[in-house]
């Protein structure tokens, strides 16, 4: 097959994507804003459900992009794609316009930025981290609080920018909870007397093998789950924190002294994503990623034709549905391609 | 002391680290099950006890791990034993037993008979 | 805790206050209950400043009361609040400067409601009009005073007499903050540095040589209510609220409560005599109670104002261990002196003497 492909993005999506295009014959061109490739995956430490290295992932996308087809170009931003019937214009942040006759935008998600939730003063109370910081703790050996003691009292607070309409977002982020258990029991592997609490609004352990990863976080774990979204944080006069929390279960309100707290940070477009829809006049959703044209026969087709989405640009989703999304979008370019009516 | 008519209110919270969580510990430490509970009502919709009085073994358990147990104390011994909650539990919690070990430890521990 | 990140939230919530030509709206309550405050506001304004600020007779209470305790219907609040706003075109003014927090977020809560709910608006200028024959205008600029004399802290700053530092230790005072619910609560980009982290009263304190002391219920709700407090047998309801503050504020050894609405201030200051009588119990240092003071007063104690002049002892928590803290001179003998030299009744059970 021939043909240049543009794919902006080299995240797990853009990567596996570009692979596939690359060994399908199209000369492929990926694009990437950071210096480096993996996206999002490279930060985090264990995966869940099964707590593979991430680095495995990692060294298995750098293979799939070690190919003659590909020219990766790092660094680089896309300002502007212009679609001059079928075939399209990419111009990028250094001056430079790359043909290209398809388009995979993989452009993935941000993570949600937890200073924005304000209550929980994270960039104010010395032990209030993210999910995020605390992959970087566990890549790091050790946990430890701002004035390097051992935590002994840990919280983690569910749905931080996510099903929360003060944020703007309405959507769920599907990967928190389950990345909460995986988290929680991982501290419990560091600190064994650690007692973990999860503040949940609903466990949703929609994926495979979540649910039972849940139980065993209580059963082998004893991570300790508590119905209610913590609605205030502060700092009392011995540094710890104190948060306020109904539980709603046993229905009154709750307050406790924690050591560290943990915001599930959620998922959300990426700003880079917002100028790329803008200029190219894409479709955007109510939860501000990319709109697909149809949500079951559709979800990697872009509102103009030759651009098509691959990953969490269009919704959140895990590596292992990513990689599949990523997939499915070269088989819509390989028919877009065939069927040559650009 | 003046009497102004009104009077300071107790507080609602539960104020989880002030409050004494040796009861949920020895049920947890005998019957591990007990950690299993997700809290869905299965065992309360069929009680016996509860339907006929404000009795909510779902409640009871969660207020146990909160360490609240004024409550429980008085309203455990209310259960029948008639074991409808534990075969019915999705999570397989022993809950009959739970019941048992909750009653044996309010009297060892708080020489409180239930 | 980080200043840093209070600092970046700070930036995104920054109101813009005008810097002249207020048409200035009083308090129901505070002119009895801290009768040197807007006093001294309205001193500071035009004769240190030099600003205009106008202040129309005909101007009456909001409502506010009644409306928060189930008397008045919004309808009728709308058509007094748009009366305001008619003797405000009257006069040529745009700016409002708004003494009571409760005002203020009244007055925010019907410019919000007459945004989303136009029609609203076109009704309440029927009512004012049918009623009065009065016409009006949205305000350009809306603040509260406490924003204010935010805007103007640094003028003060610099004509301080006296600063928040302890005279013998050199350290500075520790001072509560506590900003009144419908200042930003209800609308976070109404209020200095929003709702979670406002800034409006942190600010001054800091620019007047005081540390700020953030305490686990800095947030929470004094307890003022008003259908709460109305009723006798409730107000254990409204005492309870700020006891809880009480005791959260105790451990860091405050010196002094500042606030910038009228019933959290009467409440802190009261509800601390209520305990202190109720069982002995106080929540400052050294056995003495926290003394709770409005903003005017504090920057006229800051700008060297006499405190008698200012109205500061008629609080029920005396100020007098903050003043000698602070090195203020104050003659006791006239606290309760009129102008021309005349003996005023004491009031009985005062504490801090």
Known sequence: MEGRIVIVGAGTAGMEAAGQLARSGFLVTLIEKETTTGGHVKNWYHLFPDRRDSSEVISYLDARINHENITLLTGKTVDRIENNHGSFLVSTNDGSDIKADAIVLSTGFDLFRSERKEEYGYGIYDNVITSADLEKMFRKGEIKKHNEETPEKIGIVHCVGSRDEKVGNLYCSKLCCVTAVKQAMEIKEYISNAKVFCFYMDMRMGGAHYEELYRESQEKYGINYIRGKVSEVSENINNKLVIKVEDTLAGRPLKMELDMLVLMAGMEMSDGAENIAESAGLTIGENHFFSPVDNHFGSNKGNMEGIFYAGTCTAPMNITETISHARSSVLEVIGYMNKDVR | MENFGFTLLKERHIDFDANDRSIAGYISDHEPSFRLCIECGCCSATCTTGNFTPFSLRELLILLKRGENDKVREEIRKCMLCGKCTLVCPRGVNTRNVVMLAREAFRKQMNYAV | ?353
């Open chain 3, 1 to 353: 805790m980080k200043t840093e990140g209070k600092k970046k939230i700070w930036s995104e919530y920054q109101k813009e206050i005008a810097d002249d030509h207020f048409f200035y709206v009083r308090s129901c309550i505070r002119q009895s209950f801290f009768p040197g405050s807007e006093q001294f506001f309205l001193h500071f304004m035009r004769n240190v400043l030099e600003k205009d600020v106008y202040e129309n007779p005909s101007h009456t209470t909001c409502t506010g009361i009644g409306y928060h305790g189930d008397i008045v219907p919004l309808s009728t609040i709308m058509t007094v609040v748009a009366r305001h706003f008619a003797l405000m075109k009257e006069a040529g003014y745009k700016n409002i400067a708004i003494s009571c927090v409760t005002s203020f977020g009244i007055y925010t809560e019907i410019i919000e409601t007459w945004k989303h709910y136009p029609e609203e608006l076109k009704k309440t200028r029927e009512y004012l009009f049918k009623a009065t024959g009065r016409e009006f205008d949205i305000p350009e600029n809306m603040a509260h005073t406490s924003d204010i004399i935010y805007k103007f802290r640094n003028e003060i700053a610099a004509k301080a007499k006296n600063l928040l530092v302890n005279k013998k230790t050199g350290e500075p005072l520790n001072v509560i903050e506590h900003i009144g619910c419908h200042y930003s609560k209800m609308f976070p980009k109404y209020g200095v540095g929003g709702a979670e982290f406002p800034n409006v009263l942190g600010g001054m304190i800091e620019a007047w040589g005081g540390r700020v002391v953030d305490y686990p219920e800095r947030r929470h709700c004094c307890g003022f209510g008003f259908r709460q407090y109305l009723v006798q047998a409730n107000r254990g309801y409204s005492l309870s609220n700020s006891v809880k503050k009480f005791n959260s504020m105790k451990p860091y050894k405050p010196d002094l409560i500042l606030t910038n609405c009228p019933g959290c201030n009467m409440f802190m200051d009261k509800w601390q005599y209520t305990m202190k009588e109720m069982d002995g119990t106080v929540y400052g240092d050294n056995g003495e109670s926290i003394p709770v003071l409005t903003y005017e007063e504090l920057a006229g104690l800051v700008m060297g104002y006499n405190p008698w002049d200012l109205g500061v002892q008629y609080h029920m928590v005396q100020s007098e261990p903050l003043l000698r803290k602070i090195g203020i001179d104050y003659e006791p003998d006239n606290k309760f002196k009129t102008k021309d030299g005349r003996q005023m009744p004491v009031p009985k059970n005062l504490i801090n003497v």
